[in-house]
């Protein structure tokens, strides 16, 4: 899963200025762009939903003074193929932000609250399909296939959790294995709800040993957007404030009836603490995101078609 992990950090780093060297003129663009990479990848599918959330809560002291902020952004997507196999997409995200500023018993508190709204057309047909997961631009890194033919991964049957890991292990470019894994959890009889209806399905969880992914290097192109002097620190303290507490989980919901993927959600936090070396400056950091993908039926039909543009745009 390296560009998954490499993805929900880099979007943690992004968002948060005090840590990036260079600021991005405008994060909601290349969010939506790194997104948009997605969709290429997905032309395989018939229908497709993204729902993905992502929330920075940082406080930053120095004296009896404090400056807090609170970053959040939800994006909603919808990706559909036409009578021509055309796909189509729609995307909508907003922001918010929560400045706070505290000088003594004394503060001040602004929201600020920036939707952004884009529109695209995505040419792409089934023999493009390159895999499944989030694609960061510029990024050498496959996750599930490299060959079209792997692209089966979505219609494959998964009667076990052995079944899936196995499949799983066989497309990306590491195996799951108990050094790369914390611990595989199956849930059985639940009920997921979607557009269109019920579904009985299984949920299993693999949650992801992050230390180890570090030392593996999957995140080092993330690293390396952060200004660890900047910060009083070396890259290995802030490697250290990065794995304490942090957590990789992928959920794959598993359609009983049919034994087949229906639905990924990932999910990845992390608290790190810096204290900036010979200053009088303290950083806590709380990050939270999570990414959800829906796949529907291939007679799935759209509930809201003006979400979606038409062929003749």
């Given at each position: 899963?390296?560009?998954?992990?490499?993805?929900?950090?880099?979007?943690?780093?992004?968002?948060?200025?005090?840590?990036?060297?260079?600021?991005?003129?405008?994060?909601?663009?290349?969010?939506?762009?790194?997104?948009?990479?997605?969709?290429?990848?997905?032309?395989?599918?018939?229908?497709?939903?993204?729902?993905?959330?992502?929330?920075?809560?940082?406080?930053?002291?120095?004296?009896?003074?404090?400056?807090?902020?609170?970053?959040?952004?939800?994006?909603?997507?919808?990706?559909?193929?036409?009578?021509?196999?055309?796909?189509?997409?729609?995307?909508?995200?907003?922001?918010?932000?929560?400045?706070?500023?505290?000088?003594?018993?004394?503060?001040?508190?602004?929201?600020?609250?920036?939707?952004?709204?884009?529109?695209?057309?995505?040419?792409?047909?089934?023999?493009?399909?390159?895999?499944?997961?989030?694609?960061?631009?510029?990024?050498?890194?496959?996750?599930?296939?490299?060959?079209?033919?792997?692209?089966?991964?979505?219609?494959?049957?998964?009667?076990?959790?052995?079944?899936?890991?196995?499949?799983?292990?066989?497309?990306?470019?590491?195996?799951?294995?108990?050094?790369?894994?914390?611990?595989?959890?199956?849930?059985?009889?639940?009920?997921?709800?979607?557009?269109?209806?019920?579904?009985?399905?299984?949920?299993?969880?693999?949650?992801?040993?992050?230390?180890v992914l570090l030392e593996m290097g999957v995140l080092d192109s993330a690293l390396r957007t952060v200004d660890a002097p900047a910060l009083g620190l070396t890259n290995?303290?802030?490697?250290?404030?990065?794995?304490?507490?942090?957590?990789?989980?992928?959920?794959?919901?598993?359609?009983?009836?049919?034994?087949?993927?229906?639905?990924?959600?990932?999910?990845?936090?992390?608290?790190?603490?810096?204290?900036?070396?010979?200053?009088?400056?303290?950083?806590?950091?709380?990050?939270?995101?999570?990414?959800?993908?829906?796949?529907?039926?291939?007679?799935?039909?759209?509930?809201?078609?003006?979400?979606?543009?038409?062929?003749?745009?």
């Amino acid at each position: 899963m390296k560009r998954l992990v490499l993805l929900l950090i880099a979007l943690l780093l992004m968002v948060t200025p005090t840590f990036a060297q260079d600021e991005p003129e405008d994060p909601s663009a290349e969010l939506l762009a790194v997104v948009t990479g997605v969709l290429e990848d997905m032309a395989a599918l018939t229908a497709f939903r993204i729902d993905g959330n992502l929330s920075v809560d940082q406080r930053l002291q120095t004296g009896d003074t404090q400056v807090r902020t609170r970053f959040s952004q939800a994006l909603d997507m919808n990706i559909a193929r036409n009578d021509d196999g055309v796909e189509k997409m729609r995307a909508d995200m907003e922001q918010t932000i929560n400045l706070g500023l505290g000088i003594g018993s004394g503060g001040l508190r602004l929201e600020l609250l920036m939707p952004s709204r884009a529109d695209g057309i995505i040419y792409a047909r089934a023999s493009e399909f390159r895999g499944l997961m989030l694609n960061v631009a510029g990024d050498e890194w496959v996750i599930l296939g490299e060959d079209v033919d792997e692209a089966a991964f979505l219609n494959e049957a998964f009667p076990s959790t052995e079944a899936l890991i196995t499949s799983l292990s066989r497309i990306i470019d590491y195996p799951i294995t108990e050094e790369t894994v914390v611990e595989v959890r199956e849930r059985r009889a639940q009920t997921i709800r979607y557009e269109r209806g019920q579904y009985p399905s299984r949920r299993i969880e693999i949650v992801f040993d992050v230390p180890v992914l570090l030392e593996m290097g999957v995140l080092d192109s993330a690293l390396r957007t952060v200004d660890a002097p900047a910060l009083g620190l070396t890259n290995a303290e802030l490697i250290d404030a990065l794995m304490e507490g942090s957590r990789l989980a992928v959920n794959f919901f598993i359609d009983d009836e049919i034994q087949m993927l229906r639905r990924i959600e990932t999910e990845f936090s992390y608290n790190a603490s810096f204290v900036a070396v010979g200053e009088e400056i303290l950083l806590d950091q709380v990050s939270e995101s999570r990414f959800t993908y829906t796949q529907f039926d291939e007679d799935f039909e759209v509930a809201a078609p003006e979400r979606f543009l038409t062929a003749s745009d």
